[in-house]
């Protein structure tokens, strides 16, 4: 009887949230405005010899505010040599009402397999 109650509260959170669990990170689309408003973000704070290349991936996490975790491929422009590609990941904490944002995180590297963050 215990279990059902679990079950029957825990269905009801589901179908209250729509389906996704409350602080779960979500999927986001890569063409999501906010999500590539976050990268930009992060690359700018990596260095103003970086551009964003494209957002491969991401999610947002509902905390106080929101966490978003993205993968990205960025470039780093050298005057006088070849650009460089980098596979980063990276953390951006943003509090909307606050108007607070702050890359938390980032981890860049040159090979094709993802960076672990």
């Known amino acids: 009887m215990k279990h059902f109650a679990i079950l029957v509260i825990f269905a ?3 179908m209250v949230t729509g389906g996704v669990l409350v602080g ?3 999927k986001q689309s890569t063409s999501d405005r906010p999500l590539r408003r976050m990268a930009e973000f ?3 704070e990596l260095g103003s ?3 964003l290349v494209r ?3 991401g999610t947002k996490q509902v905390v106080n505010g929101f966490m978003y975790n993205i993968e990205l491929i ?3 422009v050298i005057p006088g040599r070849k650009n460089q ?3 980063c990941k990276v953390l951006v904490y943003e509090i909307r009402h606050q108007r607070y944002l702050e890359l938390e995180e980032f981890h860049c590297h040159f090979s094709k397999k ?3 963050l």
């Open 12 to 14: 009801a959170v589901t």
């Open 24 to 26: 779960a990170p979500e």
């Open 42 to 44: 992060a690359v700018g």
């Open 49 to 51: 010899e970086y551009e």
């Open 55 to 57: 957002v491969v991936s």
């Open 74 to 76: 960025v470039k780093k």
């Open 85 to 87: 590609r980098r596979r």
């Open 114 to 116: 993802a960076p672990r």
